[in-house]
């Protein structure tokens, strides 16, 4: 018996993703990120629905500035990494890779994602067929590696991409063109990719965000993922080389595109 609940997107700042997940029998939500209070609580106030937790991904102000004005309207239990609980906003709960955060009857299987920052987490929905990544695994993309190693963003990488195809991939920007530009560079005769970058346009010229994604539309078409397609090493010129020294190259090539 499928669970029943609401998976919300909620534009924030410029470019930035928050998410409201409802368990519908017990009416618990639980907000991903809060990059400004404004729009959350418009998207709450509309939908007359209180807060019962927040999970926070990792301490950029990008994704956590909004906390303190949001609680003032909406209190929850704020949860969040133990490995950055000392530049993370104050935690109720601090949580570390295997740990389950419970939401009605919705269960979060907590994920270290370390590459973006050493200590971002993601939290996987299994009932609710979603997981949400924010600066790990991106529309087409990865997060830029602030903190961590190239060999670290690829195990986190490989943690997502081992998770059920049709998980929908809740990240945190809405970077997906200029991500797709770049795809095109190192898979140009993808024909999957050369198909997403024309819906990606398609969307973004009428507006519309191109975050969440399918896992496995991700597979099919996200280069950060795809380190052992042969296509990919043939255009990089290597053929020979491990999956981890074709992710750190396809991340250098990002970062000077
Ligand atoms: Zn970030
Ligand atoms: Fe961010």
Not at 6 to 17: H, Q
């Amino acid at each position: 018996d499928a669970m029943a609940f609401d998976l919300v997107t909620i534009p924030c700042l410029s470019d930035n993703y928050a998410f409201l997940l409802r368990d519908h029998d017990s009416g618990a939500v639980a907000l991903i990120d809060v990059p400004e209070a404004a729009p959350i609580m418009a998207e709450l106030d509309r939908r007359g629905w209180t807060l019962s937790q927040v999970w926070l991904t990792h301490h950029h102000p990008d994704h956590v500035q909004g906390l303190a004005e949001l609680l003032t309207r909406f209190p929850a239990e704020v949860i969040g990494a133990k490995a950055d609980a000392h530049r993370l906003p104050p935690l109720d709960r601090d949580v570390a890779e295997g740990d389950t955060v419970e939401l009605g009857a919705l269960k979060a299987e907590v994920l270290d994602v370390s590459g973006h920052t050493v200590g971002h987490i993601a939290f996987h929905v299994p009932d609710a067929k979603a997981a949400f990544t924010a600066d790990s695994l991106m529309a087409l993309g990865c997060g830029r590696l602030f903190e961590g190693t190239p060999a670290q963003m690829w195990d986190s990488l490989q943690k997502l991409a081992a998770l059920p195809g049709d998980t929908t991939i809740c990240s945190g920007h809405e970077y997906t063109a200029a991500n797709a530009k770049f795809a095109l560079t190192v898979d140009p005769d993808n024909p999957a990719l050369i198909s997403r970058a024309k819906d990606i346009d398609s969307a973004r010229a009428k507006g519309q965000p191109t975050v969440p994604s399918p896992l496995s539309l991700e597979l099919e078409t996200n280069p950060f993922l795809r380190p052992a397609d042969p296509a990919i090493r043939a255009t990089l010129g290597m053929p020979d080389a491990t999956d981890t020294e074709v992710f750190t190259e396809i991340r250098r090539r990002k970062d000077q595109f």
